[in-house]
């Protein structure tokens, strides 16, 4: 089956078509290598997208956010893994863990387009729903997601988070989520931020951008939560009966989430 035509990918294959075109002058480097692999893998990543946008909407397929409007770009990473409800399966039973327990208080950190506080906030509706990214274009992309959900009213979206912004933990059951590219070294400290001591935490860790960072994590929370690391892997249930009909490779880049690195998150479940 071949993918679907779009014309804005027209443009984009011209664009990406000049840019490996330009990697790969001499002298030609393992490293340009990669990184030509890495701008066509995208490419057509976002082909994959195309193709499901035509076959199913945009609307979020499988998970716990199924049935989400998703009209908008990620503002980073794949679009179409969001699409099917491939992204992150790996937290899957810790976000349907979350939505059990009913929290009084979500703040979502690093929120980008807003995945989480949107697909959050139609599963939780008498969660307070903080969503927080120090990315204007990610801010819009969230508030502009809110809307298509109809939850305009329901996610308070905003810039940076501090340590002292913690305190709002104390109010109630609370949940930190954060993904903030190795920002989370620094912001995640019970000292700076004991407001955390309360909160359950579910931090993605990037030892590529903060080396250490995992470790110095769970040394610091090892006291007063209960620690579960979650490593990253695929997962295909998520993928449609019609995609049986792709090639390998547009099947793996359905699930590849442009990740670079090793990404682990911890789940820190307050005692």
């Keep these: 089956m071949a993918l679907m035509p779009n014309p804005p990918a027209l443009s984009l294959s011209e664009a990406v078509a000049d840019c490996v075109q330009s990697l790969l002058a001499p002298p030609v480097t393992s490293n340009t290598l990669n990184s030509a692999l890495r701008h066509l893998a995208k490419w057509r990543s976002e082909l994959v997208a195309n193709t499901v946008l035509v076959r199913s909407g945009a609307v979020v397929q ?28 790996v937290l899957h039973p810790v976000i349907e ?20 506080a949107v697909g959050l906030a139609r599963r ?13 274009r990610a801010q819009a992309l969230c508030r502009s997601l809110a809307e298509a959900n109809g939850l305009a009213e329901r996610i308070e979206v905003g810039g940076l988070f501090g340590h ?26 019970p000292v700076a931020a004991p407001g955390l001591l309360q909160a359950d935490v579910l931090v993605e860790c990037h030892p590529g ?42 099947r793996l880049l359905a699930l590849w989430e442009w990740r670079s ?3 682990p998150w911890l789940w820190m479940e307050a005692q």
């Design 62 to 89: 499988s998970g716990p956010f199924k049935g989400m409007a998703y009209p908008v770009r990620a503002s980073e990473g794949s679009r179409v893994a969001r699409l099917l409800g491939a992204y992150e399966a």
């Design 164 to 189: 002292s912004d913690f305190d709002i933990c104390a109010t109630g059951r609370a949940v930190v989520i954060c993904d903030i590219e190795g920002g989370e070294d620094a912001l995640l400290d």
């Design 97 to 116: 863990a979350i939505i059990a327990r009913a929290p009084d208080l979500v703040i979502d950190i690093g929120s980008a387009e807003g995945y989480y």
């Design 209 to 250: 951008l903060a080396a250490g960072v995992t470790e110095r994590l769970m040394a610091r929370f090892a006291a007063t939560h209960r620690i579960t690391r979650i490593d990253r892997k695929l997962d295909d249930a998520t993928l449609p009966e019609w995609m049986q009909e792709l090639s390998d490779l547009d």
């Design 261 to 263: 690195g090793p990404t």
């Design 124 to 136: 939780l509706e008498r969660t307070r729903i903080l969503a927080r990214d120090a990315d204007d």
